[in-house]
């Protein structure tokens, strides 16, 4: 049996960055520059609700490091977000953002705030709101949002527009995940989860598993979740378990996920989906299947229930699904996993390339926007996998020395102001 021990989201990140430097033998200066985020801006949304009333909503947006690029993140609406958890999902885009390769540091932003509680008027003024409080810290060449849990293209269409409305101009290249016709990438929305799948083929590879009829469980079937199950079952994978915040459902034979979500449009929730049958988020995780790809919350394989996981891989498509316990309980189990920083990173991969197509006033064709989008996961994991090999390591060990490694060289090599 494992202890059960208290984790933050924070405390977590702290522990593998404390590990990538001590593999590394960094420097203790860059270490400890790299342990805390150059800037946390807090900030009380005040927004007028379609009652008249007025309510206040506490918003952030922590940046981490920008050693390699402006800083890169998602904004997430959720009513028990902290600052704390900010920070670490700031720190884990700056190493996710080293290891795809692309020229940004991290960032994060969070509101707290029930999104499903309010109206799409209220979710605009309180997007618009937020933006304006932290404006003059954002900008294309200063620090660019994108989607993240609970908010989505339509957010990021009032973020454009606030942000454009207060410089005077139009600035698309302010922020990703846009819709296409106001200079929104092809195959954005989709890039996470797809992303995801390209790394599944590269482990399955490694661990000889066939894709063919594999079966795979997806929690969560919000973007990244549905964009997974529908990539895992174009390469003839078998969707047998998917779940949402209102619970799961199990099909041996096969779901189809489009048909999934038009069920769960239509009724608010993935549950008594034809043909299957009901089962909690909790069996989702248990359920007997080749793969699992954990694409919800924080926190959900823990010492708890990794004695009762089947699969022979995970995926981590959401950040940080997995405790540090369970993470070395999976490993000695000979399971492979795929670890978050790695996994996820087509969706920030697409929005580099929807941010270099909108400075360059391009706009690149779906077939392009992919085709790039496996090269750059395939040489993700590569580079990921030689690491860890290398150092008869997991391959979340190796993701991080990788990660940490590129920023520390940036920093290095650019030296300290003044
Ligand atoms: P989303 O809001 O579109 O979907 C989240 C899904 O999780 C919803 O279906 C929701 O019902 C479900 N959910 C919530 N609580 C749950 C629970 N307790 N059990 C099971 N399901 C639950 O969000 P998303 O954009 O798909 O993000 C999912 C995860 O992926 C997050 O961890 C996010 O940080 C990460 N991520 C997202 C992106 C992106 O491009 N959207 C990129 C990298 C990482």
């Not at 430097?21 to 005040?46: C, D, W």
């Not at 997806?218 to 390469?235: D, I, K, P, R, S």
């Not at 580099?352 to 360059?360: A, G, K, M």
Request: charged fraction near 20%; aromatic fraction near 6%.
């Amino acid at each position: 049996m494992f202890m059960a021990v208290e984790h933050t989201a924070l405390t977590v990140a702290l522990a593998q960055l404390k590990l990538a430097a001590q593999k590394l033998e960094l420097n203790q200066g860059i270490y400890k520059m790299l342990s805390q985020p150059k800037r946390s801006i807090m900030v009380s949304i005040n927004v007028r609700l379609d009652n008249g009333a007025i309510d206040v909503y506490n918003g952030v947006r922590v940046q981490h490091w920008d050693a390699r690029g402006p800083f890169k993140g998602g904004i997430r609406y959720y009513p028990k977000i902290t600052l704390d958890e900010v920070a670490a999902l700031s720190m884990l885009m700056t190493w996710k953002c080293a290891i795809a390769d692309i020229p940004y540091g991290g960032a994060k932003g969070g509101v707290c705030v029930d999104s499903k509680k309010l109206s799409k008027r209220e979710l605009e003024r309180l997007t618009r709101r937020y933006v304006s409080l932290i404006v003059e810290y954002l900008g294309p060449h200063r620090d660019i949002p994108a989607p993240d849990m609970y908010t989505d293209a339509q957010t990021m269409a009032w973020v454009m527009d606030t942000y454009s409305q207060l410089k005077g101009y139009m600035v698309p290249e302010c922020v990703t995940g846009k819709p296409v016709e106001v200079g929104g990438s092809e195959g954005r929305t989709e890039a996470t989860g797809r992303g995801v799948i390209h790394c599944v083929q590269q482990a399955a590879q490694r661990i000889d598993l066939r894709l063919k009829d594999a079966s795979v469980a997806v929690q969560g079937f919000g973007n990244v979740g549905y964009h997974a199950a529908q990539a895992a079952a174009e390469l003839g994978c078998k969707v047998v378990a998917v779940s949402d915040s209102t619970g799961g459902i199990y099909n041996p034979n096969g779901l189809n996920p489009a048909q999934v979500l038009k069920h769960k449009a239509e009724t608010g929730s993935v549950q008594a989906f034809k043909g299957s049958r009901d089962i909690t988020n909790e069996e989702l995780l248990e359920t007997s299947c080749d793969i699992l790809v954990p694409a919800a919350l924080e926190n959900q394989i823990t010492c708890n229930n990794v004695d009762k996981i089947k699969a022979r891989m995970v995926a981590e498509a959401a950040n940080g699904p997995t405790t540090p316990e369970a993470d070395k309980a999976l490993y000695e189990k000979g399971v492979c996993l795929v670890p978050d920083i790695l996994a996820n990173c087509g969706g920030v991969t697409v929005s580099y390339f929807e941010w270099v197509q909108n400075l360059t006033r391009e706009h690149w064709s779906i077939e392009k926007v992919n085709r790039k989008l496996g090269e750059k996961m395939t040489r993700a994991f590569n580079d990921v996998y030689a690491l860890s090999q290398k150092e008869e390591s997991d391959l979340r060990t190796g993701a991080l020395m990788l990660g940490v490694g590129r920023v520390a060289d940036a920093i290095k090599t650019l030296g300290l102001w003044p």
